[in-house]
Every structure is written in C-alpha cells, then in structure tokens.
C-alpha cells in the first residue's frame, strides 16, 4: 500500500525557521515527481513545490519563493520542505503528494492538485505574530 507520511510541523513565530518532511512507502518513488501542497483555514489547496524525480528540478509557487527549499533523498524515500523567513499567512496544513503520470516536470501541470495521484495526510504548521 502507498502511504505518505508528513512530520515535523508545530508552532513557531514570525520569521522563525522550520522543516518539514515526508517519508513514502509502497512505490517506485525516485521515477515520481513528487510536491508540497498548503491549505489554509477556509481556503483552497496551494501549490508550494514540486521535484522531479532525481531532486535536479525544482518549482515553487511565487508566495514561497526565495524563502522556501524543497530537496529529497531518494535513497530514503522522503522529501524534505525547508520553511525559512515564515510568516502568519504561512500558517496551514502542508501535505506532500506523488504524482505516478511519468511526465517532465512542469509548472503548468505540477502545480496543479488534481496531478497527484497519492497524499499524505497533512502536518500543520502555525505561524504566531
């Protein structure tokens, strides 16, 4: 069975620092493109960032880009999601998901929620004023 299991989530303040990651079983994961995703209280799914399957290429949305550092080891199935420079409207829920279509990664469709054919459940991540 394929699982996705995200930790490292928890409360910290304005500016703080904090990584997140995600360790996955049951598939051929260094073939996948895999992602972060965000979702905020009352709000729609956020892209956040995608890898493609060797860690080579990587995407960011535009409100975490410069801030955010998304990398993965393969050789231990997990990606990693390093958060710096936070802010409140960074708090959330942060999922990673796996896209299993074998397609060069894009923005314009690994952006997108409905790519990803597995995710995680989720750890949260609140960020304090």
């Known amino acids: 069975q394929v699982q996705l299991v995200e930790s490292g989530g928890g409360l910290v303040q304005c500016g703080d620092s904090l990584s997140v990651s995600c360790a996955a079983s049951?598939?051929?994961?260094?073939?996948?493109?895999m992602a972060w995703f965000r979702q905020a209280p009352g709000k729609e799914r956020e892209f956040v960032a995608a890898?493609?399957?060797?860690?080579?290429?990587?995407i960011y949305g535009s409100s975490v880009e410069g801030r955010f550092t998304a990398s993965r080891d393969n050789a231990k199935s997990t990606v990693y999601l390093q958060l710096n420079g936070l802010k409140p409207e960074d708090t959330g829920k942060y999922y990673c998901?796996?896209?299993?279509?074998?397609?060069?990664?894009?923005?314009?469709?690994?952006?997108?929620?409905?790519?990803?054919?597995?995710w995680g459940q989720g750890t949260r991540v609140t960020v304090s004023s």
């Open positions: 998901a796996a896209c299993t279509r074998l397609q060069y990664l894009t923005a314009s469709y690994h952006s997108l929620e409905g790519s990803y054919s597995y």
């Open positions: 049951g598939l051929a994961f260094d073939s996948y493109v």
């Open positions: 890898l493609s399957g060797t860690g080579t290429r990587i």
